[in-house]
C-alpha cells in the first residue's frame, strides 16, 4: 500500500499500567482543528493533528464489546473489535514478505500488519471476526469482515468532521453529530424485521458493509473497496457428489477446530436442527475439552425440538442444559434486550437468546459455538417460495423478481397503507423511488455473476439477512454476557466452497441443504440429519395476549407512540383484537411494532 501521511505514535504506558478496561468498544474521529473541543472520554490515541484534522480513538469503557487498542504501525494508529482465527497462517505470510511479527502481538496489531503490508489480500487471508478502525493521515478507514460477524458505523459531524463508532448509541449521544429518526429505515425495518445495507434507523448515520473497506475523506468522500465477495464456481462435470461432498467436510472440521479455545470447555447452541446438531458432534469430536450444549423450551405444552436435541446430545456425550422461558420472563425483560442491538430486530428469540448467554457465562464459559448459517449459506426453506414464483411468473421484469422476494418476508410491508399515517406515508413518498426498499435485494437477484437463481438467492440471504440480522444480533446478545458467539457454518472457506458446488447439490429435486447433510452422515443418527424441517414454535401469540397484552397496548397505543405519528391507531386496534392480516401462528407484525417501539424509546427517538 502507498506510504500514506503519518501520525506521531502515542505514548508509551508507564511500566506496571494496566490494560484498558474491558468489556468496551471503540470510536474514532477526524474533526476539523477549528478551537478547543471538551476532552473525549476514553481517549487511548491522540489527539493528533495532521492537514488541518484532529484524529483520536477512544475505547467506550463499560459498553459491552471486545474493544483493543490503540496499534502503531507504519505511522497508522488503528483500534478495532478484533478475533481471529488463524494467527499462524497470518504471521507465515507476513514472514514471507520480510516483516515478521511477534508471535505475541494482539490480533488487531496483526490484522492492521496484514493490511499494510499486503493490502486487500491480507485482509482475504484472514479468518475471523472484526472491525478495525485505522487513523490514516486525515482519512479514517474502516474495515468490516467478510461476513459481517462484528460491525461498526459512522457519520458527519455538524462541522464537517467524521465520527465512527462500533457501538451506535454512542454515535446518537454525540452533542456534535444531527441524528433523528429516518423514516426511510422504519419502511425497510416493518419490511424485513431487520435493517439490510447501509440503512439505520438514525439518519445519516452509516453502516459498515461486510467484506469491504471504506476510507472517509477529510474532503467529505467516501470511498467503498471490496476485499472479499464469494463467487459462483464454473460446473466442472469430472467432480464427482462424493469429491463435493468430502471437501465440504474437511473445511466444516476446520472451521470448527479454529473456533474452539484453547484449554477451555465450549459451549453450543443446541436447538435440534441440523446445522447446530453438526456444530455440536464435531466440537465434540475435535475438542479435548467438555463440550456445553443449551436448548431452550417454551413448555411442554407446545411443539418443540427437545427430542432431538436431546438425542444428539446424549449421541455425543454433551453436558446438557434445557432453559425453560416462560412468557413472563419475557414480558419483563423484552426492553432491556431490546435495548442492547444497534438495530432493532424483528425476532421473538431475542430475550431468548440472552437468556442462554447468561447461562453459559454463568457456567464460566467464554466461548459458544451456534449453527446459524446453514440456511443462508446452503439453501434452507426460506428460498423455495421463490423458486416457484420464477416457475409461474410472467412478468419478466427485475422489479418483479424484487418485490417478489419482498413478499416472502411476510412482515409488513403489503400492509404499510393500512399501518403508516397519512403523514408518514407522504414523508416515504417524497423519498422517492430510489429509497424503495427493493433496492436492498434487486442488485443481488439480478447479479450475472452468479448463473443460478438459487446461488443469487443464497448470496441475497448472506449480504442481507446474514450480515445485518443473524450475525449482529449473535454479536450483540452474546456480548453482552462477555461471551464470544462463533459461527462456523459462516466460515469464509465454507462459504466459498458452498458457493462453488453445483446448485444442483444445495437443493436436490425436494431434499434441501443436501450436500450440507451428505458431508456429516457420519455424525449423526439419520433420524437428525435426514428429518423434515419443522422449527421451534414460539408462543408470540400467546405471549401478546398473554403478559405482554397490557404492556403492548400502553406501548403502541400510548401518548408517546401517537406523538411520534408514525401508526394508525385503528389499524394497531384491529390487529390487536385478533383482526387483520396477523400470521396464523406468531403475531408476527404486532411483533415488529412492539420491537420497534421499545428500541425507538431506548434511543430516544
Same mark, same amino acid.
Given at each position: 500500500?502507498?506510504?500514506?501521511?503519518? $501520525?506521531?505514535?502515542?505514548?508509551?504506558?508507564?511500566?506496571?499500567?494496566?490494560?484498558?478496561?474491558?468489556?468496551?468498544?471503540?470510536?474514532?474521529?477526524?474533526?476539523?482543528?477549528?478551537?478547543?473541543?471538551?476532552?473525549?472520554?476514553?481517549?487511548?490515541?491522540?489527539?493528533?493533528?495532521?492537514?488541518?484534522?484532529?484524529?483520536?480513538?477512544?475505547?467506550?469503557?463499560?459498553?459491552?464489546?471486545?474493544?483493543?487498542?490503540?496499534?502503531?504501525?507504519?505511522?497508522?494508529?488503528?483500534?478495532?473489535?478484533?478475533? $481471529?482465527?488463524?494467527?499462524?497462517?497470518?504471521?507465515?505470510?507476513?514472514?514471507?514478505?520480510?516483516?515478521?511479527?511477534?508471535?505475541?502481538?494482539?490480533?488487531?496489531?496483526?490484522?492492521?500488519?496484514?493490511?499494510?503490508?499486503?493490502?486487500?489480500?491480507?485482509? #482475504?487471508?484472514?479468518?475471523?471476526?472484526?472491525?478495525?478502525?485505522?487513523?490514516?493521515?486525515?482519512? !479514517?478507514?474502516?474495515?468490516?469482515?467478510?461476513?459481517?460477524?462484528?460491525?461498526?458505523?459512522?457519520?458527519?459531524?455538524?462541522?464537517?468532521?467524521?465520527?465512527?463508532?462500533?457501538?451506535?448509541?454512542?454515535? #446518537?449521544?454525540?452533542?456534535?453529530?444531527?441524528?433523528?429518526?429516518?423514516?426511510?429505515?422504519?419502511?425497510?425495518?416493518?419490511?424485513?424485521?431487520?435493517?439490510?445495507?447501509?440503512?439505520?434507523?438514525?439518519?445519516?448515520?452509516?453502516?459498515?458493509?461486510?467484506?469491504?473497506?471504506?476510507?472517509?475523506?477529510?474532503?467529505?468522500?467516501?470511498?467503498?473497496?471490496?476485499?472479499?465477495?464469494?463467487?459462483?464456481?464454473?460446473?466442472?462435470?469430472?467432480?464427482?457428489?462424493?469429491?463435493?461432498?468430502?471437501?465440504?467436510?474437511?473445511?466444516?472440521?476446520?472451521?470448527?477446530?479454529?473456533?474452539?479455545?484453547?484449554?477451555?470447555?465450549?459451549?453450543?447452541?443446541?436447538?435440534?436442527?441440523?446445522?447446530?446438531?453438526?456444530?455440536?458432534?464435531?466440537?465434540?469430536?475435535?475438542?479435548?475439552?467438555?463440550?456445553?450444549?443449551?436448548?431452550?423450551?417454551?413448555?411442554?405444552?407446545?411443539?418443540?425440538?427437545?427430542?432431538?436435541?436431546?438425542?444428539?446430545?446424549?449421541?455425543?456425550?454433551?453436558?446438557?442444559?434445557?432453559?425453560?422461558?416462560?412468557?413472563?420472563?419475557?414480558?419483563?425483560?423484552?426492553?432491556?434486550?431490546?435495548?442492547?442491538?444497534?438495530?432493532?430486530?424483528?425476532?421473538?428469540?431475542?430475550?431468548?437468546?440472552?437468556? $442462554?448467554?447468561?447461562?453459559?457465562?454463568?457456567?464460566?464459559?467464554?466461548?459458544?459455538?451456534?449453527?446459524?448459517?446453514?440456511?443462508?449459506?446452503?439453501?434452507?426453506?426460506?428460498?423455495?417460495?421463490? !423458486?416457484?414464483?420464477?416457475?409461474?411468473?410472467?412478468?419478466?421484469?427485475?422489479?418483479?423478481?424484487?418485490?417478489?422476494?419482498?413478499?416472502?418476508?411476510?412482515?409488513?410491508?403489503?400492509? !404499510?397503507?393500512?399501518?403508516?399515517?397519512?403523514?408518514?406515508?407522504?414523508?416515504?413518498?417524497?423519498?422517492?423511488?430510489?429509497?424503495?426498499? #427493493?433496492?436492498?435485494?434487486?442488485?443481488?437477484?439480478?447479479?450475472?455473476?452468479?448463473?443460478? !437463481?438459487?446461488?443469487?438467492?443464497?448470496?441475497?440471504?448472506? /449480504?442481507?439477512?446474514?450480515?445485518?440480522?443473524?450475525?449482529?444480533?449473535?454479536?450483540?446478545?452474546?456480548?453482552?454476557?462477555?461471551?464470544?458467539?462463533?459461527?462456523?457454518?459462516?466460515?469464509?472457506?465454507?462459504?466459498?466452497?458452498?458457493?462453488?458446488?453445483?446448485?444442483?447439490?444445495?437443493?436436490?429435486?425436494?431434499?434441501?441443504?443436501?450436500?450440507?447433510?451428505?458431508?456429516? /452422515?457420519?455424525?449423526?443418527?439419520?433420524?437428525?440429519?435426514?428429518?423434515?424441517?419443522?422449527?421451534?414454535?414460539?408462543?408470540?401469540?400467546?405471549?401478546?395476549?398473554?403478559?405482554?397484552?397490557?404492556?403492548?397496548?400502553?406501548?403502541?397505543?400510548?401518548?408517546?407512540?401517537?406523538?411520534?405519528?408514525?401508526?394508525?391507531?385503528?389499524?394497531?386496534?384491529?390487529?390487536?383484537?385478533?383482526?387483520?392480516?396477523?400470521?396464523?401462528?406468531?403475531?408476527?407484525?404486532?411483533?415488529?411494532?412492539?420491537?420497534?417501539?421499545?428500541?425507538?424509546?431506548?434511543?430516544?427517538?
Amino acid at each position: 500500500m502507498a506510504e500514506s501521511h503519518r $501520525l506521531a505514535a502515542p505514548a508509551p504506558a508507564p511500566a506496571g499500567a494496566r490494560a484498558p478496561h474491558r468489556p468496551a468498544r471503540y470510536t474514532v474521529l477526524s474533526l476539523p482543528v477549528a478551537g478547543p473541543r471538551p476532552p473525549e472520554p476514553g481517549l487511548v490515541a491522540g489527539p493528533f493533528e495532521t492537514q488541518g484534522r484532529c484524529v483520536s480513538a477512544a475505547l467506550l469503557a463499560g459498553v459491552p464489546g471486545f474493544a483493543d487498542g490503540p496499534f502503531t504501525v507504519d505511522g497508522r494508529t488503528a483500534i478495532g473489535e478484533v478475533t $481471529l482465527h488463524n494467527r499462524d497462517e497470518l504471521h507465515a505470510a507476513l514472514a514471507a514478505t520480510g516483516q515478521p511479527t511477534e508471535p505475541g502481538c494482539s490480533d488487531g496489531e496483526l490484522l492492521l500488519r496484514c493490511w499494510l503490508a499486503l493490502g486487500p489480500d491480507g485482509l #482475504r487471508a484472514a479468518d475471523g471476526m472484526f472491525t478495525l478502525a485505522v487513523l490514516d493521515g486525515p482519512d !479514517l478507514v474502516l474495515i468490516r469482515d467478510h461476513m459481517g460477524a462484528r460491525t461498526a458505523f459512522h457519520c458527519r459531524t455538524r462541522d464537517g468532521g467524521w465520527a465512527a463508532s462500533s457501538s451506535l448509541r454512542h454515535l #446518537r449521544q454525540r452533542p456534535d453529530v444531527d441524528t433523528g429518526l429516518d423514516l426511510g429505515a422504519v419502511r425497510s425495518f416493518l419490511t424485513f424485521a431487520y435493517l439490510p445495507g447501509t440503512e439505520t434507523l438514525l439518519r445519516g448515520v452509516s453502516e459498515l458493509l461486510p467484506g469491504k473497506v471504506t476510507r472517509l475523506g477529510a474532503d467529505g468522500s467516501v470511498r467503498v473497496e471490496e476485499f472479499w465477495e464469494p463467487q459462483a464456481g464454473s460446473a466442472l462435470t469430472e467432480l464427482t457428489d462424493r469429491h463435493y461432498a468430502s471437501v465440504l467436510r474437511e473445511l466444516l472440521d476446520r472451521a470448527v477446530a479454529r473456533r474452539l479455545p484453547d484449554g477451555q470447555d465450549v459451549a453450543v447452541l443446541l436447538s435440534g436442527g441440523v446445522d447446530s446438531s453438526l456444530v455440536t458432534a464435531l466440537a465434540a469430536r475435535l475438542h479435548d475439552r467438555p463440550v456445553h450444549t443449551y436448548s431452550i423450551s417454551f413448555g411442554n405444552e407446545l411443539p418443540n425440538e427437545l427430542g432431538y436435541s436431546g438425542l444428539v446430545a446424549a449421541h455425543c456425550g454433551t453436558r446438557h442444559r434445557v432453559l425453560t422461558v416462560p412468557g413472563e420472563q419475557v414480558a419483563a425483560r423484552l426492553a432491556d434486550t431490546v435495548a442492547l442491538l444497534d438495530s432493532p430486530v424483528g425476532d421473538p428469540l431475542t430475550v431468548p437468546n440472552l437468556m $442462554l448467554a447468561e447461562a453459559v457465562a454463568g457456567d464460566g464459559l467464554s466461548v459458544s459455538l451456534n449453527g446459524e448459517g446453514g440456511d443462508p449459506v446452503f439453501g434452507g426453506p426460506k428460498n423455495l417460495p421463490m !423458486l416457484v414464483f420464477e416457475l409461474l411468473r410472467d412478468d419478466p421484469s427485475e422489479q418483479a423478481r424484487a418485490d417478489a422476494y419482498l413478499h416472502t418476508y411476510r412482515k409488513c410491508w403489503e400492509d !404499510l397503507p393500512v399501518l403508516l399515517t397519512g403523514e408518514a406515508l407522504a414523508g416515504l413518498d417524497a423519498l422517492g423511488p430510489a429509497a424503495h426498499p #427493493r433496492r436492498h435485494v434487486a442488485p443481488y437477484l439480478s447479479d450475472r455473476r452468479m448463473p443460478s !437463481l438459487l446461488d443469487q438467492l443464497l448470496h441475497c440471504n448472506l /449480504r442481507t439477512k446474514g450480515a445485518h440480522h443473524i450475525l449482529t444480533k449473535v454479536e450483540r446478545l452474546t456480548a453482552s454476557q462477555g461471551i464470544q458467539g462463533r459461527s462456523p457454518l459462516f466460515d469464509r472457506q465454507v462459504v466459498e466452497h458452498a458457493f462453488t458446488t453445483p446448485p444442483a447439490l444445495k437443493l436436490r429435486a425436494t431434499e434441501e441443504k443436501w450436500i450440507l447433510k451428505e458431508a456429516v /452422515r457420519d455424525l449423526l443418527p439419520d433420524t437428525v440429519t435426514y428429518r423434515p424441517k419443522s422449527g421451534m414454535r414460539v408462543p408470540v401469540q400467546q405471549w401478546l395476549r398473554g403478559p405482554l397484552s397490557e404492556h403492548t397496548l400502553d406501548l403502541l397505543l400510548g401518548p408517546t407512540a401517537r406523538a411520534r405519528g408514525l401508526f394508525r391507531a385503528d389499524t394497531v386496534e384491529t390487529w390487536m383484537r385478533g383482526g387483520g392480516l396477523l400470521l396464523p401462528r406468531q403475531g408476527g407484525k404486532l411483533w415488529l411494532l412492539l420491537t420497534l417501539e421499545l428500541w425507538l424509546r431506548a434511543y430516544d427517538l
